[in-house]
């Protein structure tokens, strides 16, 4: 469990950039620079740039499933997404091994996608930045949606 030190140390600030406002130069660097607030980086980031694709998604998962019912299309996902990451992660075996930050880091934000297409079959926003929290609480990183949310929203 992390504690609010992110949000001591002013990530805060980052996760709850005015709209608008330039984005940090990617997710590697944020990530190199703020190593301990990975969780956060990575769950701002796949609402953020994720969340967006989520509906289009949906919707031909939808098309391509008309008689499924919401439990199948669920399932659906949750398939879809074990085979991507399983898919992602044998590519890292051998040779490749120094790459298994980066895997990780994929496949975090493989299940963050999972997560939000779920969300978004519920009839959730995958854009809404309570996504972000409910990641990181559904990812054990905080206990409550609240602290998360604390974690993420700018320091005032």
Not at 117 to 126: I, S, V
Not at 128 to 144: I, K, P, T
């Amino acid at each position: 469990m992390l504690d609010a030190s992110c949000v001591a140390l002013g990530r805060g600030e980052r996760f709850g950039r005015p709209e608008g406002a330039p984005l940090e130069p990617s997710l590697l660097a944020s990530i190199v620079a703020e190593p301990g607030c990975l969780p956060e980086l990575l769950a701002d980031f796949a609402v953020r740039r994720m969340g967006p694709a989520v509906p289009e998604t949906v919707d031909q998962l939808r098309q391509d499933h008309p008689d499924a019912t919401a439990e199948e299309l669920r399932q659906v996902v949750v398939t879809r997404g074990r085979r991507a990451v399983v898919a992602e992660g044998s590519f890292v075996g051998g040779p490749f091994v120094v790459l298994i930050p980066v895997a990780f880091c994929a496949a975090l934000l493989r299940q963050a996608r999972t997560v939000l297409e779920l969300a978004a079959l519920d009839g959730r926003d995958p854009t809404e930045r309570a996504r972000a929290g409910e990641l990181l609480v559904l990812q054990g990183v905080y206990e409550d949606t609240g602290h998360a949310q604390d974690a993420l929203a700018p320091r005032r």
